[in-house]
């Protein structure tokens, strides 16, 4: 049974969908301590010894396996840095599954830093699933600034879900890739913001080898007075695709920016970007209307769709 209170546990579900202790290879961690922690014959845990954070190691040959490394957060003012590695090994095909839940129903600032590394085998396939959540009623600001750093030897591949959907105040994602040979990494990420909220998020692609390719879209929501900023860089290092989207719908008095930056350093680097950013389209609302819902229903219905 989960060493967690009902606050922790409603976390835990909303950002890794776990109602119980998972299958496979797992490390919870709760208020800045571990409550619970799983290895497999294949896939290690150890905790390290000179910052707060783990190693989890892979073997070559893994396949169908999983690894979730969730974190809730529900004691106002607790501020976190955790540093996790991950070395998944040649010929590998498996699932991670991080993200982080902050409850603050306090008058201090609540915030946890994850700063996540991948080093991804030859031919190996990954997929990572990071969902952010805030809730609780407090004054105290909900804050989560994630690092991701991905490191793809030839032939790997790596599909990356980013999710933030409700309840975080302040983020500031950074995410860097180097890409070798044949490489590919796929990035879907989904934010909607509301309130004040801010968020910021930037990418660094490197395409490094022959016949390496990136494709990272983000779609998101601004309403109220929230902001947003995306910056989307990528450079084509060899003969290489990379593709970047920003699609957006800004509502009340949201803003988002969006800052494309394609760097060709080959002949042969085929690079685009795409961009739309603007609000419900009227005729989307009216044909909604006509069956039977309310402005307000046909709104969210319509973001529901476009987040998913």
């Known amino acids: 049974m989960l060493k967690m209170d009902a606050v922790q546990k409603q976390l835990l579900q909303e950002v890794a969908e776990l109602h119980d202790i998972p299958e496979g290879a797992y490390n919870l961690r709760a208020n800045g301590e571990s409550v619970g922690r799983n290895s497999t014959a294949n896939i290690e845990i150890v905790s390290k010894t000179d910052v707060s954070g783990i190693d989890i190691k892979i073997k070559s040959g893994t396949k169908n396996e999983s690894v979730h490394i969730p974190v809730v957060l529900s004691e106002s003012g607790l501020k976190e840095t955790v540093y996790n590695d ?43 699933v990071e969902k952010h959540y805030g809730s609780g009623d407090g004054t105290g600001k909900r804050v989560l600034n994630p690092v ?8 790997s591949t790596v599909d990356m879900e980013m999710v933030q959907i409700k309840g975080v105040d302040s983020t500031d994602r950074k995410t860097i890739a180097e890409l070798k040979a044949g490489a ?17 998020s930037t990418y660094q692609v490197s395409l490094n080898g022959d016949g390496s390719a990136a494709d990272v879209v983000s779609r998101s929501v601004a309403r109220d007075n929230s902001y947003q900023k995306l910056d989307l860089c990528v450079n084509g290092n060899a003969a290489c695709t990379g593709h ?11 803003r988002i920016l969006a800052v494309p930056s394609l760097e060709a350093n080959s002949v042969d680097a085929a690079l685009v970007h795409e961009a739309a950013i603007g609000k419900i389209a009227g005729e989307q609302l009216i044909k909604l209307m006509t069956l039977g819902l309310t402005e307000a229903e046909a709104e969210e219905q319509i973001i529901n769709g476009f987040l998913k």
């Open 86 to 128: 991950f070395y998944v090994g040649d010929d590998c095909d498996v699932l991670i599954v991080a993200g982080c839940g902050i409850d603050n129903c306090g008058n201090q600032d609540s915030e946890h830093d994850g700063v996540h590394r991948f080093f991804v085998g030859k031919n190996s396939k990954v997929r990572y």
């Open 148 to 155: 991701t750093e991905v490191y793809m030897e030839e032939n």
């Open 184 to 200: 590919k990494l796929n990035v879907r990420e989904r934010l909607m913001t509301h309130g004040d909220q801010q968020a910021l």
């Open 244 to 254: 970047t989207e920003c699609d957006s719908i800004i509502m009340d008095n949201g």
